[in-house]
């Protein structure tokens, strides 16, 4: 494993590629997430809000599709949707390789998953709460943005954390399918070359982003949190 | 008479349909005047919460009206209910605090809700932190504050709105003696001073006859007696009124031969020894056979259940005697089931 020629190689990667694949891994992680959250934040919401006794009931047959949506994207092993979903990444973004081309599927792999954990989140906050709110005279959309967003806060940021690690995680994946950043140097190298040093470089490195990615996390949604003294 | 302002006229409430349908409320009339400090007391599942749920709609009646300072909130649109809500504050027992909020935050909620200028609404919150006696808490989180605290806040916050209405459900059930005695006496003052118009709901005597100047008794989703408090406490007319109002009447041990009376204090002087009177004045000797009076300032309320003696003529000269006690109702018991 640490023959010359490995070491070599691994001195290489580290000295051309290492940086740029790590600003691939973040900006693949990063950017559907916050995709992801853009579309799945009002979902999720929507999910609580207009379901029977909510704050703002839809009609039944709009949730039980929404519902059924979110349900069958969940469903399909992310590798699958990967190359389910090309032809629509070749039409947004004008290419199917390449970190660019990844951030199509990532988001749509997320965002049903966002929606499932928010509406998790947005069910947590105290019914007495809103209660009171309504007994206020407060309209179901203050109640969305000075109520359930604010109260809801610590578990969608902790939530947060958890969409982006798991997006993380498929990011690396996309390295099979043309994808770029780390998930493309263990992949590349580390599989299809039996470079097992790489591979071992590379998914420490991993390793390492998702702890620190996490530790912060803990960080922000402990201060952000009023309930804990 | 004073000025109605709330009236409840023919309400009902039905939860769900067809065999599972439950009748939380039936047929409810009830006229609360401007500054009463109105008691609606029940046990539980009496259907208590129900009733003051519609009175600033959060539950929609199955049918009758609720009139609330001459609107009838049932017939308002979605956007004149929330107008006419901000009139119509609501304390709970939960208190119902936005966790996230500081307490000043909390306060100026409702002033938020109604576009109320930030400044504005920050110099009245700190005012009212003053009148609920805890100035220094402006910055404290809920999860700082102990339960007493907590619904000061929500009381100031229930007042940021100015409202003419103030609905209490259960406001004192998670609160200890003391601050339950506390919290009662801030709604008194708060009661006389701004002339708000308080509705407690509560499952507890001593709440009502604390604050209250008139109750409704509810049980099974029925207005079983209403009045002065007074009158309601001092002589129950329903089972389930006597039921809230002695609630040990039942459950002591009767000799059957013995004849029994029921004496009821309302107001009678505290230093009046009746029971010593009657043994040395006229040699008549009565067993207590249980006993709930306690003295609010200078006077007794309470019950009391005397055995008369076997004698019939001495035990129809207790009787006499005891009817001429001012402030003292006595009653033969007749409805003792052992």
């Known amino acids: ?229 | 008479m004073g000025e109605k302002i709330i009236e409840l006229q023919g309400l009902c409430k039905t939860f769900g349909t067809g065999d599972g349908a439950v009748e939380a409320l039936k047929d409810i009339h009830i006229d609360i005047e401007k500054g009463d400090i109105f008691g609606i007391i029940g046990l539980s599942g009496a259907g208590k919460s129900t009733l003051v749920r519609c009175i600033n709609l959060l539950e929609r009646p199955s049918s009758g009206r609720v009139i609330v300072n001459g609107l009838d909130m049932t017939a308002l649109s979605e956007r004149e209910l929330r107008k006419a809500r901000q009139s119509i504050s609501m304390i709970f027992q939960g208190f119902n605090l936005l966790m996230q909020r500081t307490s000043l935050e909390n306060i100026c909620f409702p002033m938020e809700l109604a576009g109320v200028k930030k400044e504005e609404a920050r110099k009245k919150a700190r005012e009212l932190l003053e009148i609920v006696d805890l100035p220094d808490k402006a910055d404290a989180y809920p999860v700082q504050l102990s339960g007493g605290q907590k619904q000061r806040i929500a009381i100031a916050r229930a007042l940021a709105s100015d409202p003419q209405v103030l609905l209490c459900d259960e406001a004192t059930s998670a609160l200890d003696p003391k601050t339950t005695q506390s919290i009662l006496e801030l709604l008194k003052r708060l009661n006389r001073a701004l002339g708000v118009t308080v509705v407690v709901i509560t499952h507890e005597m001593r709440v009502v006859e604390q604050i209250c100047n008139r109750v409704a008794i509810l049980d099974g989703g029925v207005v079983q007696e209403t009045g002065f408090v007074a009158d309601v406490f001092s002589n129950p007319k329903t089972e389930a009124g006597r039921r809230l109002v002695l609630p040990e009447g039942e459950k002591i041990h009767v000799l059957p031969q013995n004849r029994l009376v029921r004496l009821v204090f309302n107001g009678m002087a505290a230093d009046e020894p009746i029971i010593s009177t009657l043994a040395i004045e006229q040699g008549i000797r009565l067993n207590i056979m249980s006993a709930d009076t306690r003295s609010i300032g200078e006077k007794t309320f309470g019950n009391m259940v005397l055995g008369l003696p076997e004698d019939e003529t001495e035990a129809a000269r207790a009787l006499i005697y005891l009817r001429e006690i001012p402030g003292v109702t006595a009653e033969e018991v007749t409805d003792y089931v052992q």
Not at chain 1, 124 to 141: C, H, L, N, R, T
Not at chain 1, 177 to 183: E, H, P, Q, Y
């Open chain 1, 1 to 229: 494993m640490f023959s010359e020629a490995n070491v070599a190689l691994l001195q290489n990667i580290v000295r051309e590629d290492l940086l740029h694949a790590i600003w691939e891994t973040l900006y693949m992680t990063f950017v559907p997430t916050v995709i992801a959250f853009v579309i799945g934040l009002p979902l999720g919401i929507l999910l609580v809000t207009g379901e029977e006794g909510g704050i703002r009931p839809l009609p039944k047959a709009l949730m039980k599709a929404l519902n059924v949506v979110i349900n069958l994207l969940r469903s399909v092993p992310f590798l699958i949707l990967l190359v389910v979903v090309l032809p629509v990444s070749k039409f947004i973004m004008g290419t199917t390789v390449g970190s660019p081309a990844m951030l199509v599927p990532l988001s749509i792999a997320a965002f049903p998953f966002v929606a499932r954990i928010v509406e998790t989140s947005i069910r947590e906050v105290d019914k007495g709460v809103i209660e009171a709110a309504q007994a206020m005279g407060a309209s179901p959309f203050q109640i969305v943005w000075k109520v359930l967003i604010p109260e809801a806060k610590p578990a969608l940021i902790s939530n947060f954390m958890v969409a982006l690690i798991t997006i993380f995680g498929y990011g690396a994946m996309a390295g099979i399918v043309g994808g770029g950043g780390l998930g493309a140097i263990a992949v590349n190298y580390g599989y299809y070359r039996r470079r097992q040093l790489v591979l071992f470089f590379a998914v420490i490195l991993m390793i390492i982003i998702v702890q620190a990615l996490q530790s912060a996390g803990n960080t922000v949604t402990r201060k952000s949190d009023k309930r804990i003294r």
